[in-house]
């Protein structure tokens, strides 16, 4: 599985549309998209989806269009992984990443503010195109190293399942996620996170 580091802050390079991502961040006044974490022990992933098809149909499922949208936006999530399988870091996960907005885990855990103790991995998808195999392998690699380096199991939701109807009714906030919803096979990301987990290589992500 092939992993880039493309870090969201003002010394990205990378161009697109005539402006490089760096350029972009700087223009919200901003030095990156990430914060410091207040809590230091890490337990959750969340799983998004998010593709460019508001800013190009037909770059809808372009990487670079996808980062430009988090840093005209000013979000992000640390990891993004296309429909091919590669992985881009773009937040340190010793950092916070800004991408679950007003969150409550699921009772009884009802922990609030769930960017503090998360990790967020982004899938490129709309609505209706469903994920990859690529995808799915890369992101069962992908949880499986972040699961060795950690020395214990995550805890994976979906976006909806701390940002949804819960987390408005509470006021934490106004609109309601619904992703990744039931675009999502969790059967099939399990099977491929098991998967990855047995290995014996010393890193999955070179798998």
């Known amino acids: 599985m092939k992993t880039i580091q493309c870090l969201l802050d003002s010394n990205n390079q990378i161009s697109l549309d005539k402006l490089t991502l760096g350029r972009r961040i700087a223009n919200l006044h901003k030095e990156h998209l990430w914060g410091d974490r207040r809590a ?37 999530s640390h990891y993004l992984i296309d429909r091919k399988g590669t992985v881009y870091q773009l937040v340190p996960e010793g950092k916070k990443a800004w991408h679950c907005g007003g969150s409550i885990m699921p009772a009884p855990d009802d922990r609030q503010g769930v960017n503090e103790f998360s990790i967020g991995i982004e899938l490129i998808a709309t609505g209706v195109s469903g994920f990859t195999i690529k995808q799915y392998s890369s992101l069962g690699a992908l949880c499986a190293d972040i699961e060795k380096r950690y020395g214990r199991k995550m805890i994976y939701l979906g976006h909806q399942d701390i940002a949804g109807k819960r987390a408005v009714d509470l006021g934490l906030r106004k609109d309601a996620k619904t992703d990744p919803g039931n675009n999502l096979d969790w059967g099939k990301f399990k099977q491929c996170l098991t998967l990855q987990k047995a290995k014996t290589c010393k890193n999955p992500l070179d798998v």
């Open 40 to 76: 230091a022990f890490i337990d959750t992933i969340v799983i998004h989806y998010a593709s460019a098809a508001d800013l190009d149909p037909k770059r809808r499922f372009d990487a670079l269009a996808v980062m430009r949208i988090f840093c005209d936006l000013g979000v992000s």
